[in-house]
């Protein structure tokens, strides 16, 4: 079966970095769009970031100069460095396999930044 797990997320003052972690089993990885959302509270989802199969990379604005995505085909996993982390990045973190009409989902990992 599909499985994405994401790992990483924590605690963190504001200014602090977090390095988020997605491991899928289940797909090949490498022929997926790969994407990072938030949902923070009270808040709906967001796209965070975004990598395509083809290494085509997107950040929300809000996200520019401070986040980025990565993929390590080899190891079938997903990254986002997360640096000069502010309050308003504080949310569950959800990791996103996308290939045409499919898209599987992870469980989300908590991220919380204090400021």
């Known amino acids: 079966q599909v499985q994405l797990v994401e790992s990483g997320g924590g605690l963190v003052q504001a200014g602090g970095s977090l390095r988020l972690s997605c491991a899928a089993s289940?797909?090949?990885?490498?022929?997926?769009?790969m994407r990072w959302y938030r949902q923070g509270p009270g808040k709906q989802r967001e796209l965070v970031a975004g990598?395509?199969?083809?290494?085509?990379?997107n950040y929300v604005e809000s996200a520019k100069g401070r986040f980025t995505i990565s993929r390590d085909n080899a190891k079938n996993t997903v990254y986002l460095q997360m640096n000069s982390l502010q309050p308003e990045d504080t949310g569950v973190y959800y990791c996103?396999?996308?290939?045409?009409?499919?898209?599987?989902w992870g469980k989300g990992t908590q991220v919380t930044v204090s400021s």
């Open positions: 990598i395509t199969s083809g290494g085509s990379i």
């Open positions: 996103a396999a996308e290939r045409r009409l499919n898209r599987y």
């Open positions: 289940g797909i090949i990885l490498m022929i997926y769009d």
